[in-house]
């Protein structure tokens, strides 16, 4: 049997939940999750979210795509010399082609790798905790914490004005 909570407070109004989440945050409960019908820059500024690291998938995967679209090209025409005029063997300018999309396709794929690996979609969530009207027009904040802190957490969200509140094991 597992120690921790979950509280789940549902709101109304986007400020109010916004409150919520910034008392419960100087509280010292750090494991939240903010449920809303729809994106807001505000609810993302209060959670204070660190940013996405998908970037450098990008940047890495881009990185081996120009690599690889180089090898390839060099050490094709080194191994299938054609000489053509005066011209050299190994000529970067007719090559910038096959760099170039073979830094898109892989930057793109490591985009996608990246996304998979870090988009949360293997967080334990119970389903009892989510609220069909998270969908319409209210807002849900759920706190992850201790049965000790049930208790505190419960008091913020009646103090700031939940409508309801639900409890669930973890």
């Avoid at 921790?4 to 910034?22: A, M, N, P």
């Avoid at 999309?101 to 794929?109: D, K, N, P, S, V």
């Avoid at 790798?113 to 969530?125: A, E, K, Q, V, Y």
């Avoid at 807002?139 to 505190?152: E, L, Q, Y």
Wanted: aromatic share 8%.
């Amino acid at each position: 049997m597992s120690d921790k909570q979950g509280v789940l407070g549902i709101f109304s109004y986007l400020d109010v939940t916004i409150e919520t989440v910034k008392k419960l945050r100087d509280s010292g409960f750090n494991n939240l999750r903010v449920f809303s019908p729809f994106p807001t820059h505000e609810i993302e500024e209060v959670m204070d979210e660190p940013e996405s690291i998908v970037r450098f998938f990008t940047l890495g995967g881009a990185m081996l795509g120009a690599a690889c679209g180089v090898a390839f090209t060099v050490l094709t025409s080194m191994d299938w010399p054609i000489s053509v005029s005066a011209k050299p063997i190994v000529s970067l300018p007719p090559f910038m082609v096959i760099i170039f999309e073979l830094t898109i396709l892989m930057g793109a794929l490591a985009t996608l790798l990246g996304l998979l690996i870090n988009s949360r979609l293997r967080r334990d969530t119970p389903r009892s905790m989510y609220d069909t009207r998270f969908s319409e027009d209210k807002f849900g904040v759920m706190i992850t914490c201790s049965k000790d802190g049930v208790k505190d957490v419960e008091e913020i969200l009646t103090s700031q004005g939940a409508e309801d509140i639900k409890f669930d094991g973890v």
